[in-house]
Structures are given as structure tokens and as C-alpha cells.
């Protein structure tokens, strides 16, 4: 049975410039408070919601028709929206897809999310590009306080101050593989035999197609939590070491700096995305600033220097490496085409290389998914030889 928009309760979306869109509850009844962000992206809103990238966000899609195709089970980034809140500008009342299982409305009430329609969310996006990102609630509480969301919002700097990476990994280590989560260390599965390298992968807050991918290039991975110190990865024998994407400020996971210099220092393989490409740069000598308004979509063209090729990415962050006064042992390999920031790294003399962008293409384009093959390809011609990283392990442990 169908439903209209206008039995849905009244909602207020709040921001800290003072500037009050009303709309339509499409969520739980509540309120909430978080960074407004814009995503670009026509596609994928579900793995888009359930990206851990985005905790402590309030997501605005600028696509004006959300929920068409439904919710399914397969699509998920992880096992639950991490985003505090939705902004959208029309929620299709009906869904169909092959796929589809259940409406992104009872979805969203499913993982007691708050969310908000019938915004003008072409005038919101103009907003965030002029003044910024900012923080904004959204409310169902009637009558509506605005003016004590107001005081809140004025004083509301959560994101910035919280640790969100070592909030959002795991914490407890696991090995996996594309049938398999959560598997505990040291279990013997037959497909994991015939896998080529072993990777350690730093949980940051992993998209769950990044092991998707690195398990189709036939890597046998163990996913360790943020604070994982080096002596530990080291102990466990890979031949690689992978750094995921992840929200919030790098500068703050000052363990995960000092743990990469140690990787860098022996020269095992190193690949980095997103917040993992940001903590690369962090531990080669680089500087981090936040960016106005950040990239969130799914249409951001980038050019790969060494090629001279561009190819079209996935995109989700809010701060990026400062090209002011870069370390000479920093060779820049991919720009963003929008506004020219650092978009992808190669570690000069260092088995060591990271992506600014999503190349796990969930939910897509696929123009990056070359980057997984250049990690196993830097194993196999730096191959690390598990004797000799037994050496170099003990080193380190000194």
C-alpha cells in the first residue's frame, strides 16, 4: 500500500548560522546533532549511509529523489548507519528492484535514525559551499526550541575534539575472507590456504567491499584494531600492511602515525586509503589542514600524474594533505581535477603508496580498482620474505 509524505510528522532542520528549513520526519522521532555534509552521488545511498566515514555526520544527498530502488542486505559498508541524521529533498514513497528487500524509511527506523524531507537541499548545498561545512540539528520535538538549539549549536564541536577512528574500529582482531567476518586468529579455513599474502589491515573504520576487494586479489587478511601498535602487526607475519579509510581528524591518531614511521622504517609494503592515505602523509613529514565543504560524491574526477590519464572516483572526506612545503621524500601521483588537492601519494625509495579517494568502488565508479592490483603487485616484486621479517620484526621491537 502506498503512502504520502504529508502523513508524515513535522520535522525542523536547525543550522548554526541560524538558518531553519522545515520539513517532513522520514526517520525516527528525535533529534539530532552533527556536521552537515553534501554527497554528489545519483547512486548508493544506502552504502553511503552505512559508510563508518561518516559518524558524527548529518548527510544532505543534492540527488533530489532518494529511496527508489529500496534497502537491501548486500549493499551494506557495514552492519549499521553511522551517519547521525539525513537530509533529502524527495523520498520516493514506493521502491522497486529486484534486490530490494524493505523501504529506506523503515530502514532508517530500523537503526533509529533521524531524518528530514522536503528540503530545499539545492539551496542547503549552496549554503555549505559558501560558508562551509557547519553543524546543524534536526528535530521532531514539538513545539520546536529553536532558540536552545541555537545556543547548542553555537557551543557544538564534537566532531573535532573525539577521537573518532579509535571510537569506530574494531576491538578485538579477526582474520576474513569474502564468505567469512569475524573469524577468530589462528582458525584454519581451507580457501584462506590457497591465498597468496597475508595482509594486516588497521581498522580505522573499514568499508566492508575495501576486504572485498583485497580478498578477490587472493589475500589472506587479519584485521587488527586502530591502536594496534607495530610490534604487534609485525608479529603476526604479513607480507603487506593496509591502512583504511576512516572519519574524523588524523592528526589525532598520533598512535597509528608512530606505528606507520616503524612500517616505513623496514619497508614493507604499504597501501593507504582515504584516512589511511592522510596517516601515511602524517608519518612521511606532511601536514594535514580541513577542507571548506571536503569531497563527498561519487562523480570526482581525478588525474593520475604519472599516466597522464584521468579516471572519475569516489569520494568522501573533509580534510587533505597541505601541498605547502611537502617532504621531498613525497612524490604527488593524482590530483583532484575540482580543486587541484593532493589525491593520491607514492613514498619516494619506500615500498609505501595511498589514495585519497574510495577506488572499492561501493558504491562506485570502478576507474580505481587498479590501486588494489598495485598492492599486490608491489608484494610480489618487494616480496617480503617472512625470514628475514622475523629480523627486521625483532628490530623494531628494540
Not at 520539513?23 to 544506502?46: A, D, H, P, R, W
Not at 601515511?280 to 574526477?301: D, E, T, V, Y
Not at 609505501?352 to 577506488?359: D, I, K, R
Not at 558504491?363 to 628475514?388: Q, V
Request: hydrophobic share 35%.
Amino acid at each position: 500500500m502506498s503512502i504520502t509524505i504529508s502523513s508524515f510528522p513535522e520535522a525542523v532542520l536547525i543550522l548554526k548560522n541560524g538558518i531553519i528549513f522545515y520539513g517532513k520526519s522520514i526517520g525516527v522521532l528525535g533529534e539530532t546533532f552533527g556536521e552537515i555534509v553534501f554527497n554528489t552521488s545519483m547512486t548508493g545511498y544506502q552504502e553511503i549511509l552505512t559508510d563508518p566515514s561518516y559518524l558524527n555526520q548529518i548527510i544532505t544527498f543534492t540527488y533530489p529523489h532518494i529511496g527508489n530502488v529500496g534497502v537491501n542486505k548486500y549493499d551494506c559498508e557495514s552492519d549499521m548507519i553511522h551517519a547521525k541524521g539525513l537530509i533529502i529533498r524527495d523520498l520516493s514513497t514506493v521502491y522497486s528492484n529486484y534486490r530490494s528487500e524493505t523501504s529506506l524509511s523503515t530502514y532508517l527506523f530500523k537503526h533509529k535514525t533521524v531524518a528530514i524531507s522536503e528540503i530545499d537541499t539545492r539551496k542547503l548545498t549552496k549554503i555549505l559551499r559558501q560558508s562551509g561545512s557547519q553543524y546543524g540539528c534536526i528535530t521532531t520535538k514539538k513545539p520546536f526550541k529553536i532558540s536552545k538549539i541555537l545556543k547548542q549549536l553555537k557551543t557544538y564541536d564534537n566532531h573535532n575534539k573525539t577521537d573518532l577512528a579509535k571510537k569506530i574500529s574494531t576491538k578485538i582482531t579477526y582474520m576474513w575472507n569474502q564468505n567469512n567476518t569475524h573469524i577468530k586468529p589462528n582458525t584454519i579455513i581451507p580457501s584462506l590456504k590457497k591465498s597468496k599474502f597475508h595482509i594486516v589491515v588497521y581498522d580505522f573504520g573499514i568499508k566492508k567491499n575495501i576486504l572485498n576487494m583485497l580478498s578477490n586479489k587472493k589475500c589472506y587478511l587479519t584485521i587488527v584494531p586502530a591502536q594496534t601498535s607495530a610490534q604487534e602487526a609485525l608479529k603476526l607475519l604479513p607480507n603487506g600492511i593496509f591502512l583504511s579509510n576512516g572519519p574524523g581528524d588524523p592528526r589525532s591518531c598520533y598512535y597509528a602515525i608512530q606505528a606507520i614511521k616503524k612500517f616505513l622504517k623496514i619497508n614493507i609494503p604499504i597501501f593507504g586509503i582515504c584516512l589511511g592515505h592522510q596517516l601515511l602523509a602524517l608519518a612521511s613529514g606532511a601536514k594535514i589542514i580541513k577542507m571548506k565543504f571536503g569531497h563527498h560524491g561519487g562523480n570526482h574526477p581525478v588525474k593520475n600524474l604519472i599516466s597522464n590519464t584521468v579516471i572519475v572516483t569516489s569520494q568522501n572526506h573533509n580534510f587533505t594533505v597541505n601541498p605547502i612545503n611537502l617532504p621531498k621524500n613525497i612524490q604527488i601521483t593524482h590530483i583532484s581535477l575540482f580543486d587541484g588537492s593532493i589525491q593520491g601519494l607514492q613514498i619516494i625509495n619506500k615500498n609505501a603508496f595511498s589514495f585519497q579517494g574510495h577506488p572499492e568502488a561501493s558504491p562506485g565508479p570502478h576507474d580505481s580498482l587498479s590501486l588494489f592490483e598495485k598492492f599486490t603487485d608491489f608484494i610480489k616484486n618487494h616480496y617480503y620474505d617472512i625470514k628475514n621479517q622475523e629480523e627486521k620484526c625483532q628490530n623494531v621491537l628494540i
